[in-house]
Structures are given as C-alpha cells and as structure tokens.
C-alpha cells in the first residue's frame, strides 16, 4: 500500500512510498483513510525537528489528522461495523501505566512516555490502510463525512476551553461573557466557532485584513475581528473573561496577559520558542496576583473530548452552513502527497490529503 513516511530527524525526507500492509491485532480495527489533514506538527517533522519511528523502523509513517473508514474488524472490538465513519485518537499511554494513563488521561500523562500516531513511536494514519485499538476510536455520522477531518484540531479547542471552565467555576462562582481567540489558523477558527455556539461574545485577532478569507470566516460566525496590523494588541482596552491563545508567539502570549479581566482565565496551547523579551515579568506577575487570574497550558486530547467534539462538529455545521467546508482549502491528492507538505500562500488555512 502507498504511504507518506519521513525518517524522523532529517529534513526534507518526506516521500509517498510502498510499504507493508497492517494485520489487525485482537481488539484492533483494520481502517481505510479517507482524508488526513495537516498541520503545524507536521510541517516540523518534515523539516526535520522532531519526530520518532515505531522501534525497528527505519521510517514513520506521518498522520495524526485523519478520517476513515471500518475495513475490518478484528477480534475482541465490540460496537462497530465495516463502513462507519471514524477517528482514531492520537496519543497512547506509556508503558509505566502512570496515574492519569490508567485512568484515561493519557494527555496528562506524568512519565512521557506515551506514544502518538504519525509524531512519537507510532506510525500515523497518512497510508491507504492502518490499524487503531478500537477502545481509542471514535464513530462520526455521515454528515461529517466531509469535515470530520477537523475533529482532531477542534479536540485540542475542546480540551482547552472545558479545562477552563472546571478551573474557574472549581474556584470561583463564574459567568463569562466575553473571549478573546488570538490566531485565525484552523484552531482558532474552531475556538471562535465554539466559544460563540457557547454564547459568549468573541473577539478574534489576527495578523490578516478583514476582507480575506480567514477574517471572513471568523466574522461569519458573528464574532468581532480584529487585524493587529492595523490595531495593535497593545491598543487594546477591552478586558476578557477568558483569553484563548493559538497563536504560539512568545510576545503575542505575554500581551494575551494583559487583556485578561478580573477574575479571568488564560488557555495557551502553542508551543513557543525561547527568545529573549522585554515584558515586565514583574508586572506579569503582579496582575496575575491581583486579578486572580489564572494562566495554565493545554496539550493533546484524550477520547472524551474527540466524543465531545464530535457532537459540536455536528452544531457548528448546522449553525453555520459552509464554515467547516471554508476551512478545509486545500485539497491534495495521494499522488501529489509529497506537494502538500510545501509550504501554501497566505490564504490557506489548511491543507487535506485526498487518501482514497
């Protein structure tokens, strides 16, 4: 079968080659990928900064975005048939079976040791067939046969905010109202999907003019954009209940700070490099303090949020007919896979490879 693979720590190695078809093992699903989307993860592995192959591989196999078909199904999986429609989850628990692994957490996994399809230790779903433990698979409606690619992204939106809520109604008696999503990527794009099916009034801000398509999309869900080339974060007065932040900019992030109101609550999920800042910390942590604000990180998604998600790709599709469709701009087929990982013009928001 026809694979995308990279040799994990050399850049520019990624090529569509023949590789072994997977054999379903007890409690495992034969899939057949329909469509795989691409991401910021993927683009580094590809470049070469990270990236781990399954022991004894000399290759992995790229992927964590996927949507797919039951092919087979092997002994022991209970609940499924061939043709659902389904996504597998990304990330396994580690073999020391910490606290949180065994208790399903395996995204507050303590050792760090767990694997990931398609980035750490395990192949990813970017082949024509791949196999998945059917206790980490979850089944979409056929509504979604088109957009469920987006589920693995709208998890990591998912995760983020309902972390928030348990922090700040955990603390506190709390009724936001208003949110602020920086970045207009396609988490951000989901974040302010959500947050306003949520009913809160959003703000998202981005480095892009309103009339193109990113802005566009954001405003069609009824949230404000705003373009910080034209007004920039340090402008801004406005004082948010909850601050969402996608950006993965260490000097957006330290700003996102100071729009955070009383009593609110900061979710980062870039990863941000290190770099040298002119922020204040001391005032960082002053308002912190007096504020009673609360600043906490957010990665990865266990099952519970992709069952959620599931059930929200299903609301927002129906809330905001052709928003979905919108995000997904770029489609490759599995005979061009190796064009998809080059990087697209300024108004893509994100690439899907056609697998069938």
């Not at 990270?50 to 022991?76: D, F, N, Q, T, W």
């Not at 056929?142 to 939106?157: A, C, D, K, N, R």
Request: glycine share 10%.
């Amino acid at each position: 079968m026809k694979a995308i693979t990279v040799t994990p720590g050399t850049a520019g190695s990624v090529s569509l080659k023949e590789v072994p078809e997977p054999t379903p093992k007890p409690r495992q699903l034969l899939l057949k990928v329909l469509k795989v989307g691409i991401c910021g993860t993927d683009m580094d592995i590809v470049n070469g900064f990270y990236g781990e192959a399954p022991p004894g591989s000399p290759y992995l196999i790229l992927g964590h975005e996927s949507l797919s078909r039951v092919e087979s199904i092997g002994p022991g999986c209970k609940g499924f048939k061939k043709g659902d429609l389904v996504v597998p989850t990304v990330r396994r628990g580690c073999l020391e079976n910490c606290l949180n692994c065994r208790n399903g957490e395996s995204d507050m996994c303590l050792t760090g040791h767990y694997k990931e399809h398609g980035i750490k230790g395990l192949h990813g779903f970017a082949s024509e067939l791949t196999v998945s433990d059917s206790r980490f698979v979850v089944k979409l409606p056929e509504s979604l046969s088109e957009v469920g690619v987006l589920l693995e992204p709208l998890t990591i939106v998912e995760k983020g905010i309902e972390q928030a809520f348990r922090i700040q109604n955990a603390r506190m008696k709390w009724k936001p109202s208003t949110a602020l999503v920086l970045g207009s990527g396609p988490v951000g794009l989901l974040a302010t999907a959500l947050l306003r099916q949520m009913g809160l009034a959003v703000t998202t801000v981005a480095r892009k003019p309103a009339d193109t398509p990113k802005a566009r999309l954001a405003s069609s869900t009824g949230a404000t954009y705003v373009d910080v080339q034209a007004r920039p974060l340090s402008s801004m007065e406005d004082k948010f209940d909850l601050v969402f932040e996608a950006t993965g900019s260490t000097s957006v992030a330290l700003e996102a700070q100071n729009l955070c109101g009383t009593n609110g609550v900061v979710s980062f999920i870039g990863i941000y490099k290190s770099q040298a800042e002119t922020e204040d910390a001391g005032k960082v942590f002053t308002n912190l303090v007096l504020g009673n604000r609360v600043y906490f990180g957010s990665v990865n998604a266990n099952i519970s949020y992709f069952r959620q998600g599931a059930s929200d790709l299903v609301k927002i599709r129906r809330k905001w007919n052709g928003f979905l469709e919108g995000i997904l701009t770029n489609h490759i087929p599995l005979a061009e896979a190796e064009s998809a990982y080059v990087p697209k013009g300024e108004d893509d928001v994100k690439t899907v490879l056609e697998m069938e």
